[in-house]
């Protein structure tokens, strides 16, 4: 049965003006004449015929009168049944909107964009409620302005300034953010409407806070059918670029909702410049992968933008991207007694390298920062305090590649070792043994084998007479790069810290390995120097809050660095936070828009940033009505609804859930009839 309440229920008091209609019965004021008849023999029979009908008709207008004070005190009470599922008490309600404003919103109805007509809702939904009542605001932006509450009036001017944003959020964080601030409007009536495309990117976070004192709205807005190429992602097929070497682009488009097959244009500009052309064909639900090719001609910063054309979503058609060529990759070569002749051939004459050999006794620790590879050959003790600046070495990002001496064995690398995080060196093993496995898929190996996906059992590869052992560690993750024919390794990789670790089982001289001698050796450790200078991330999220390396080692006394757009008029300094001698930088919420970012000192440019929006929005799939509905039943979100916002009837519905069903205007129609009635009985009912 459905429960009565009022709104104003101090009004039922007035209840008791129903006496004044029944005193007015029992105390008949009206006044009697008198006439004299001559006989009433003949009236008799009619007094007593008029009597009966008489008492009919007062105790009829008695009942009408009172139905009419009744319903009459009923009519300013306001009685209404309240909707099924809905928490309702009487005064003030505190109601919480939030308005998806991501880019997919900017697609476009009939009526206009989602984003206008979520507007609109919004304004109908909050003209339901009264006045009095308190309104807040959410959007992506979490803006500081959103966090008061507004009377209805200043509400509706503060929705009509939402505009769109790159900012995404997740239902969960909308949710658990709703809860909080109505629990602040220390109200015990709390509304919350979630007005939104219900993008599936949108319900990631599976568990989802349930706040059982909040009346939840979902409203689900349906774009046309709307179809989208987007450039997901890019990356550089070779880690490593070079200076008027080809550099190859690859570049991922996405497809979503397109019924045919469909041909788009991609260009490659570089430095403003267009450096390249390719084509792609997509379907519906498509991926496809284009490379483009192009040589750079200088070192230093370069400022990448991948386009294609594809309306109506066009904020994804854009990808700005930014790398540098580094002049030289400086190398240091720490060795015991002399250096090695392998090393310096190889580095000293090439202008890339700058290259630098000091005795172990004499290594300047100050200036492993200014390294991007060393190099440590055949030592055979190691002090306390290099191994502890090698590992600050790699934990800073630099690369070391240990050649040990036989005697490593002995346990005096142990402390250097763990603090590299790699294996221990267990024992010597004294036999003749080949190297037999290459794991050509390492970028080690990149190029050195062209087209090649294994080794030939006959493939002449370096032969050693002895090494070192390794206690394997289940809890040390390592790539084995070079394996000896009885699966111990030669070369090892360990990126346990932020640098990578090249190890060798064999010293590196003619009595253990013909290694150096080999042909192997050149290409082997001339990439391994070229992977030693880290290239910066192509690009960054706009709203991920992600801390960026800036490249610099320290920062000078009071220095500032200036993040800036010229083109958008952008210029703010970021925080900066200094971790294993590296700066990183960090903005917080800034900046809002993509494009290429200059990082500068004063005049010198520090860096090209690029940023780019969040491609989750490119995505043109949505939840339906009813996989949202059984998404809320999942979550266990008892007091949550979904409408559609296309329906016509929504603002009546909406007035429904709020009000539930109001009798106000029936209990007045009932006074009218009720006073008509008195009125009919008072005229033509004849006693």
């Known amino acids: 049965m459905a429960e009565l309440r009022f709104v104003h229920p101090e009004f039922l008091y007035a209840l008791a003006l129903v006496a004044i209609p029944i005193i007015v019965h029992l105390f008949n004021f009206r006044r009697y ?104 605001l959410l959007t992506n932006d979490f803006e500081p302005a959103h ?84 450039i997901d992602s890019i990356w550089f097929t070779s880690p490593v670029l070079q200076k008027s070497q080809p550099a190859e ?91 090695s002749n392998y090393f310096d051939a190889l580095f000293s004459n090439e202008d890339y390298f700058t290259y630098k050999s000091n005795e172990s006794g004499n290594a300047d620790y100050s200036g492993f920062d200014d390294q991007d590879l060393i190099i440590v050959d055949g030592l055979t003790n190691i002090s306390s305090g290099l191994a502890s600046e090698l590992g600050k070495f790699i934990e800073a990002g630099g690369t070391l590649v240990l050649f040990p001496d036989s005697s490593a064995a002995t346990g005096s690398y142990d402390i250097l070792l763990s603090r590299l995080g790699t294996e221990l060196f267990e024992s010597w093993v004294s036999s003749e043994n080949r190297i037999e496995e290459l ?120 220095e500032s660095l200036h993040l800036i757009h010229k083109g958008y008029e952008f210029d703010i300094i970021p925080g900066l936070r200094t971790l294993l001698n590296q700066v990183w930088m960090y903005t917080g919420d800034q900046p809002q828009r993509s494009g290429l970012y200059e990082l500068m000192s004063g005049d010198s440019l520090i860096s090209v940033i690029a940023y780019n929006y969040d491609r989750s929005e490119s995505r043109m799939e949505f939840f339906s009505e009813e996989q949202l509905n059984k998404f809320l039943k999942d979550s266990k979100l008892g007091n949550s609804r979904v409408f559609e916002g296309g329906n016509q009837a929504l603002q009546g519905i909406m007035n429904v859930d709020i009000r539930g069903i109001a009798l106000w205007k029936y209990c007045l129609i009932l006074v009218l009839l009720f006073l008509m009635v008195e009125t009919l009985l008072l005229k033509y009912f004849r006693s």
Do not use: C
Request: proline share 3%; hydrophobic share 40%; aromatic share 10%.
């Open 249 to 339: 682009l690859n570049v991922l488009l996405v497809s979503s909702g397109i019924s045919d097959e469909q041909q788009v244009s991609v260009n490659l500009s570089i430095d403003n410049v267009q450096r390249a052309v390719a084509s792609a064909e997509l379907n519906e639900s498509g991926r496809v992968e284009v490379k483009l090719t192009f040589t750079p001609e200088h070192t230093g910063w370069f400022k990448g933008l991948v386009t294609i054309d594809d309306t109506p979503i066009q904020f994804d058609d854009e990808y700005f991207f930014s790398f540098r060529i580094n002049e030289s990759i400086r190398v240091l070569n720490i060795y015991e007694k002399q250096s």
């Open 439 to 558: 794991n050509l898929k390492d970028p080690v190996f990149e190029g050195v084998f062209t087209g090649a996906s294994r080794i030939d059992a006959g493939t002449d590869l370096p032969v050693s007479n002895g090494y070192l052992k390794i206690t394997k560690a289940a809890s040390i993750q390592r790539e084995e790069l070079m394996l000896f024919r009885s699966d111990d390794p030669f070369m090892l990789k360990y990126s346990a810290r932020k640098g990578p670790v090249y190890l060798f089982t064999v010293p590196l001289n003619d009595h253990n390995s013909n290694f150096g001698r080999h042909a192997l050796f050149v290409p082997v450790m001339f990439r391994v120097a070229l992977l030693s200078k880290k290239q910066n991330q192509l690009s960054y999220k706009i709203g991920d809050q992600e801390m960026v390396n800036t490249g610099l080692s320290n920062i000078q006394g009071d």
């Open 147 to 230: 966090q008061r509450y507004y009377s209805r009036d200043e509400f509706l001017s503060v929705v009509e300034k939402v505009k769109i944003s790159p900012v995404v959020k997740d239902l969960g964080e909308i949710m658990t953010r709703q809860s909080d601030a109505l629990a602040e409007s220390g109200l015990e009536n709390r509304y919350s409407y979630i007005i939104s495309d219900f993008q599936k990117p949108f319900i990631q976070n599976k568990s989802i806070n349930n706040d059982s004192l909040v009346n939840s709205t979902f409203v689900r807005l349906q774009a046309d059918d709307v179809a989208n190429i987007s």
């Open 33 to 136: 004449k008198k006439i004299t008849f001559t006989n009433v023999k003949f009236l008799r029979e009619i007094t007593e015929e008029t009597s009966s009908r008489s008492k009919l008709k007062h105790l009829l207008t008695l009942l009408a009168r009172i139905l009419a004070v009744v319903f009459l005190v009923l009519t300013f009470a306001q009685p209404y049944i309240p909707a099924k599922g809905i928490k309702q008490n009487a005064g003030t309600n505190a109601v919480n909107f939030y308005i998806d404003n991501s880019f997919s919103m900017d697609a476009g109805t009939r009526e206009g964009t989602l984003l206008d007509k979520s507007r609109d809702l919004v304004k109908e939904i909050a003209s339901s409620y009264k006045p009095s009542d308190k309104f807040q």
